[in-house]
């Protein structure tokens, strides 16, 4: 069982930047591919950025590419989410969740955390 916990959120002015942690438990976060995915009201959960158990490949949607940046630190059980240039529109709760399969589909993710809110004011 890998349980995961997000950090980070808060409010910031369109602009700024965040920077999201997600520390897993476990040992067996280095063999566990990441993700981050957002849920903003009345919206469907999006896959932002996701990273391999080797950070050799990620993946970023189009909304977040070249703004946000996705990391690991796999001797410290943690996965990152860099968030510059905000935008309203970011306004979410963001989670991050892990899975075994290198994949973009939401449903494929096995493990999840139970979210951090990110406002972001104009």
């Known amino acids: 069982q890998v349980q995961l916990v997000e950090s980070g959120g808060g409010l910031v002015q369109a602009g700024g930047s965040l920077r999201l942690s997600c520390a897993a438990s476990?040992?067996?976060?280095?063999?566990?591919?990441m993700g981050w995915f957002r849920q903003a009201p009345g919206k469907e959960r999006e896959l932002l950025a996701a990273?391999?158990?080797?950070?050799?490949?990620?993946h970023y949607a189009d909304s977040v590419k070249g703004r946000f940046t996705i990391s690991r630190d796999n001797a410290k059980n943690t996965v990152f989410l860099q968030m510059n240039s905000l935008k309203p529109e970011d306004t979410a709760i963001y989670y991050c969740?892990?899975?075994?399969?290198?994949?973009?589909?939401?449903?494929?993710?096995?493990?999840w955390g139970q979210g951090t809110q990110v406002t972001v004011s104009s």
């Open positions: 969740a892990a899975t075994r399969l290198w994949s973009y589909v939401e449903t494929e993710y096995d493990y």
């Open positions: 476990g040992r067996t976060f280095s063999s566990l591919h």
């Open positions: 990273i391999t158990v080797n950070r050799y490949s990620t």
